[in-house]
């Protein structure tokens, strides 16, 4: 059974950066596309950028040029690294991953708050 882990968050002042970990168990790590999503309060989860297994990355436009996705396939891991972040960027950050007919392979897990605030 496949299982996410996400870490990292935290609270952070508007223009900072932060770097959030989503670490992988019980699948082969390599063989499918990750995505990171983003939910805040009273509002619907958004997709904030996604890899695939081959490395082709995806953006929302509210984040491109900011945020940057990458994966590390030895470590089971996927990262974000969020920069210039603004206020509206506060939300519980969730990963998972989605194999080549695009089902997704797990539960939805804890997430990781990132609060942008002065």
């Known amino acids: 059974q496949v299982q996410f882990v996400e870490t990292g968050g935290g609270l952070v002042q508007p223009g900072g950066s932060l770097r959030l970990s989503c670490a992988a168990s019980g699948s082969p790590f390599s063989a499918y596309s990750m995505r990171w999503y983003r939910q805040a309060p009273g509002k619907q989860r958004e997709l904030v950028a996604a890899v695939s297994k081959d490395g082709s990355t995806f953006y929302a436009d509210v984040v491109k040029g900011r945020f940057t996705i990458s994966r590390d396939n030895a470590q089971n891991t996927v990262y974000l690294q969020m920069n210039s972040l603004k206020p509206e960027d506060t939300a519980g950050y969730y990963c998972?991953?989605?194999?080549?007919?695009?089902?997704?392979?797990?539960?939805w897990g804890q997430g990781t708050q990132v609060t942008v605030s002065s």
């Open positions: 998972n991953g989605y194999n080549v007919y695009g089902t997704q392979l797990a539960s």
